[in-house]
T-cell receptor, first 114, second 110 residues
Framework: DTGVSQDPRHKITKRGQNVTFRCDPI?????LYWYRQTLGQGPEFLTY????????KSRLLSDRFSAERPKGSFSTLEIQRTEQGDSAMYLC????????????FGSGTRLTVV | QKEVEQNSGPLSVPEGAIASLNCTYS??????FFWYRQYSGKSPELIMS????GDKEDGRFTAQLNKASQYVSLLIRDSQPSDSATYLC??????????FGAGTRLTVKP
């Protein structure tokens, strides 16, 4: 297993464009999480899936953000009509089911909105 | 009040010294606690987890938990320049998502 993979590593987009990121979790992990991190801050929770079900979505997540995990495997995070404030590192993580497990993070996708 | 608060740092220690990183959390029902290390430009890497009051040691790292005081700490003994990174405290208040502090930047000077 190669760990959690994220694609692309970097994305530069113009304001108003839509972007989509992909995450491939560790295959045995039921849980998949999306976080956003800006400079000098810790990761901020966006949403998570257990298998294919999206179980929680942050109140901070606007309607421009949507995530899917079809068939409980890879996940995509789409941002519509990007704004400069969306510029951040988008981190995907996965874990087995159970409160005692830590997360394994992917390398992240750095989004720059110009 | 933030859910997870860490001493803001930056923290600088000489090589070979003990580095002490602190964290408090607001949800008294939290059961799982984690420390992550994040090198500049990289993603967080899990280094320690702790669930019970007391100390847990793993090599040069010791995590300490005091649920009554809602306090978690991480001690790094014999600090090395390669330990220079941002350390993130994370708390799992339930069986759902994990909440992170803003991190403490540690610099170990040779």
């Amino acid at each position: 297993d190669t760990g959690v993979s994220q694609d692309p590593r970097h994305k530069i987009t113009k304001r108003g464009q839509n972007v989509t990121f992909r995450c491939d979790p560790i295959s045995e992990h039921n849980r998949l999480y999306w976080y956003r991190q800006t400079l000098g801050q810790g990761p901020e929770f966006l949403t998570y899936f257990q298998n294919e079900a999206q179980l929680e979505k942050s109140r901070l997540l606007s309607d421009r953000f949507s995530a899917e995990r079809p068939k409980g495997s890879f996940s995509t995070l789409e941002i519509q009509r990007t704004e400069q404030g969306d510029s951040a590192m988008y981190l995907c993580a996965s874990s087995p089911l159970g409160q005692g497990y830590g997360y394994t993070f992917g390398s992240g996708t750095r989004l720059t909105v110009v | 009040q933030k859910e997870v608060e860490q001493n803001s740092g930056p923290l600088s220690v000489p090589e070979g010294a003990i580095a002490s990183l602190n964290c408090t959390y607001s949800d008294r029902g939290s059961q799982s606690f984690f420390w992550y290390r994040q090198y500049s430009g990289k993603s967080p890497e899990l280094i320690m987890s702790i669930y019970s009051n007391g100390d847990k040691e793993d090599g040069r790292f010791t995590a300490q938990l005091n649920k009554a005081s809602q306090y978690v700490s991480l001690l790094i003994r014999d600090s090395q320049p390669s330990d220079s990174a941002t350390y993130l405290c994370a708390v799992r208040p339930n069986n759902n998502d994990m909440r992170f502090g803003a991190g403490t930047r540690l610099t170990v000077k040779p």
